[in-house]
């Protein structure tokens, strides 16, 4: 096993340099924990790569010598998705994080997988440009690990969808055989990337929210829009929770047109029946965004729901990018019960947050959110809590409560590692699940890239 | 263990990412220096907790992670965003872990607590050598107010170090000094992990203010500013010590403010202002040398990028300057790149560790530009000094 591992270092010192390979113990903790309560997961050497070259060849050499290889983006995963389940070769992506062109009159951009949503957003305003980036964690998510999970977030979702639906319009991968492929308009090479949906199928959609199991990204190409500079944010409390599906509906009826880009919800746990709804309003023109304000502020009317102080709203939509305040003020973070359900399926959620974790295990700690996305949600319980010493209770309650959930109307989001939900969706066996693993098996026939995430390695 | 006491801290971090920025060169000297994860914030605190839970220990190899951390908060300042933890405090005691659990540290680190303790100066200098820069300045002896020059500013600015008290003298401030007792104020011993002799020492200091009836000491050193406001009370177990403590900034902007000085002089030069980590980040000190310059008649006052809380190392925090040159080299140039990109003609600050590494930064760059201390530029503006000492040609005699 030494030997293997002496092995297995010089091969990484040949590819990268004796300066961007390390297996120091202390280098190797920060690795071993993501944003997630997983337990610790150690790799055995981190490695920084610089390019898409220096992935093929480590890739290459996994398979020769038979050693799993991780990924790793900014080290935020909710769900244990990209620690190493075994002591393998972490792929640090952190120096390959540039922005490698924006292109104004096609509305693209072009980065490398570690250009974070706030470094792509700072350099997009200065051409009056924006993403719309969705992720809540954008001072340090990566849009690599944030597409290869299909994130979504408080904003923009409620106008474009998870990472805009079709925003991400091309994407380069190296394949667990090292081969490297682009798809979309970027598979022919004398056109460029410009298109999704072109040529045949969909590739790109086979390795978004894939969690890296079928490839490494090392270029992304995503679409961009003029910047608003007009802004309306609004916040209003209904008493039920079929006035938010009303509400829900409401703001989903114009497809194409949606009124708000950003929807908020959340139920404290201390006011359970109180339906806080945050808003950020869509337009580029004052007179679209009048109109757009004057029909909601109707609808919450119809509602019978109140209008509140916009200033949550305005601070922590403004905040999306720059890092929200106080998150872990009361202890860390974990989200569970978490996934998409239709507009009408809220209440199974509730109903499940409001009997197991309010009334029957008195948690006062836990709130209930989601954002509404077109046509649907993506909503959440979350908690903060203290480590060491509430881990194991938390772990618990929330292995009990995904179970539950996930035996309802709810599409798991965010699968991970052991310590993720792969268990639950492996004991489901869907032919989904099926179909994935034999594309895995096809793509990776050694299992070499993030073993044991997703598919459990005996599932192989 | 001392990062025991910090325990409920080590394990709040919830691992965001936020103190590491976009880029390497954005917020963090350390991962600028040494890339990776375990320079940062969040994996300085996978480390401690690692060690609180016996998984790891400290090392002669770890040492480069936790001395190589230039001490200079803008992680801290991040974090204020998310969990709050003072990562200073938790890097500090690290680093007397180290110490007193016997495991080697940088050699320079060591050293420059035994210069200070053999000869009462960081650099080893005799007395005569030490405080050359006050020859032909007269003192006022039991004044009540010290002039406190500190280590650096005694022994590599002796220019800038007379002209400051040739202004405050100017301003009508009757200014002590110390002179043969001048000493360094301890800060080596708390950034290096020495807090075993940091109570001595500062027992040591205290009396000699008490000989020379100290009543406010008037000091440029942000780091002795820092060791009689924060150190010194805590070490002594007061709540804050029976002196008044003012950094040379805050009195320069009362001389400016309350027009002490007839500033008849104008300045035309475009200039920036570098924000030192610790009178800015640590002590809130923004505005006051910010206003000593808008107050120059002619001074076109230019911001980098990177200013007040978000403000850039020079490279000369932690005692990475001695412990890592190549790293402080590497940050300090980094920095002036910035300053020069205002397009500034010169760059102001007041902290002599700030001074030094930044120089060192243009001599690297070889760049026609001085660094120069706020106290300097007002020294023309009032006539003090003449306009020549802020031209980029301007070589002083230290």
Redesign the interface.
């Known amino acids: 096993m030494i030997v293997l591992s002496e092995r297995i270092e010089q091969v990484l010192v040949e590819i990268v340099g004796a300066d961007r390979v390390?297996s120091?113990?202390?280098?190797l903790?920060?690795?071993?924990?993501?944003?997630s309560p997983a337990k610790q997961k150690f790799p055995r050497f981190?490695v920084?790569p610089t390019n898409k070259e220096e992935i093929q060849e480590i890739l290459k050499a996994a398979n020769q010598h038979e050693f799993p290889v991780y990924v790793r983006g900014?080290?935020?995963s909710h769900w244990d998705a990209y620690l190493c389940q075994e002591p393998g070769v972490l792929l640090?992506l952190?120096?390959m994080?540039k922005i490698i062109e924006i292109n104004k009159r096609d509305l693209t951009a072009t980065v490398q997988p570690n250009c974070?949503w706030?470094?792509l957003d700072?350099e997009l305003q200065k051409h009056g440009l924006t993403y719309l980036c969705s992720e809540a964690?954008g001072?340090?998510m990566t849009i690599g690990g944030s597409v290869m999970k299909a994130g979504g977030g408080p904003h923009s979702t409620a106008k474009f969808g998870l990472h805009g639906n079709q925003d991400i319009i091309t994407l380069e991968i190296v394949l667990p055989n090292g081969d490297i492929v682009e798809t979309g308009s970027a598979a022919w090479p004398s056109a460029g990337k410009f298109k999704r949906q072109c040529l045949g199928p969909d590739l790109a959609g086979l390795f978004i929210g894939s969690e890296g199991i079928l490839g490494v990204c090392t270029e992304l190409t995503l679409r961009i829009r003029p910047v608003s500079s007009k802004k309306i944010r609004m916040v209003a409390i209904v008493d039920s929770l079929d006035k938010v599906i009303e509400f829900g509906h409401f703001i989903n009826r114009h497809v194409g047109d949606e009124y708000l880009q950003g929807s908020y919800f959340w139920v404290d746990p201390t006011a359970p029946d109180v339906f806080i709804l945050m808003m950020d309003l869509f337009g580029y023109e004052d007179e679209i965004l009048e109109f757009r304000k004057k029909r909601i502020i109707e609808k919450i009317s119809e509602l019978g729901g109140k209008l509140e102080d916009p200033t949550p709203a305005n601070d922590y939509y403004d905040r999306v990018l720059t890092?929200?305040?106080?998150?872990?003020?009361t202890?860390?973070?974990h989200f569970f019960g978490s996934g998409s359900l239709r507009i009408d399926d809220i209440p199974f959620l509730y109903k499940v947050w409001l009997e197991e974790i309010i009334e029957k295990r008195g948690m006062k700690t836990v709130g209930l959110g989601g954002q509404i996305l077109p046509r649907d949600w993506l909503a959440f319980m979350v908690t903060n809590y203290?480590?060491?010493s509430e881990w194991e209770q938390i772990i618990e309650i929330a292995d009990e409560i995904n179970e539950i959930v996930l035996n309802g109307p709810v599409v798991p989001y965010g699968i991970g590692g052991r310590d993720g939900l792969r268990n639950i969706v492996a004991k489901h066996n869907t032919g989904y699940y099926c179909l994935l693993k034999s594309i895995k098996k096809m793509l990776d026939p050694k299992n070499i890239l993030q073993r044991g995430i997703f598919i459990p390695e005996e599932d192989l | 263990m001392q990062i025991e006491k910090y325990t409920d801290m080590i394990y709040a971090c919830g691992r965001c990412n936020f103190c590491k920025g976009q880029e390497f060169n954005e917020r963090c000297p350390e991962v600028f220096t040494q890339f990776w994860e375990s320079s940062t914030a969040r994996g300085r605190m996978a480390i401690a907790r690692g060690i609180l839970e016996g998984t790891l220990k400290y090392t002669d190899e770890l040492a480069e992670r936790i001395y190589g951390c230039f001490l200079c908060a803008r992680c801290k300042e991040e974090c204020k965003k998310a969990a709050n933890i003072d990562i200073i405090a938790i890097t500090k005691a690290m680093r007397q872990d180290f110490v007193e659990q016997g495991v080697r540290i940088p050699e320079t680190s060591e050293q420059m607590v035994d210069s200070m303790e053999s000869s009462g100066n960081i650099f080893s200098d005799t007395p005569a050598v030490h405080n050359k820069w006050s020859v032909g300045l007269e003192f006022k002896k039991e004044s009540g107010i010290l002039f406190y020059p500190g280590c650096l500013a005694s022994h590599r600015f002796k220019e800038k170090t007379r002209i400051l008290v040739k202004v405050l003298q100017s301003a009508g401030y009757d200014l002590d000094f110390l002179e043969e007792d001048q000493v360094c104020c301890g800060t080596p011993l708390w950034i290096s992990g020495y807090m075993n002799k940091a109570r001595n020492w500062v027992e040591r200091i205290m009396q000699l203010f008490e000989e020379h009836r100290v009543k406010e000491i008037i000091t440029p050193c942000p780091s002795c500013y820092r060791a009689f406001i924060e150190e010194y009370p805590k070490i002594l177990g007061i709540e804050e010590l029976p002196i008044k403590v003012r950094h040379s900034s805050e009195v320069l902007e009362r001389i400016v403010l309350e027009k002490k000085l007839n500033l008849k002089h104008s300045v035309d030069m475009t200039m920036t202002y570098h924000d030192p980590c610790e009178i800015g980040r640590y002590r809130g000190i923004y505005e006051q040398p910010r206003n000593v310059l808008r107050g120059i008649s002619g001074l076109k006052l230019v911001e980098m990028e990177r200013n007040q809380e978000n403000s850039f190392c020079c490279g000369g925090g932690g005692g990475v300057k001695l412990a890592y040159p190549d790293y402080s080299l590497k940050v300090s140039v980094e920095r002036i790149k910035e300053a020069i990109s205002t397009g500034a003609k010169a760059i102001t600050t007041v902290c002599p560790a700030c001074e030094l590494n930044l120089t060192h930064a243009v001599y690297e760059e070889d760049l026609m530009v001085r660094v120069l201390d706020i106290a300097e530029v007002l020294a023309v503006a009032a006539g003090i000094e003449d306009e020549e000492i802020l031209e980029p040609d301007y070589f002083a005699d230290d």
């Open positions: 390390t120091k113990d202390f280098d903790i920060p690795y071993s924990r993501d944003l981190v920084m900014g080290g935020t640090d952190s120096l994080n974070t706030s470094k700072r964690g001072p340090a890092g929200l305040t106080d998150i872990f003020a202890g860390v973070w203290q480590e060491p």
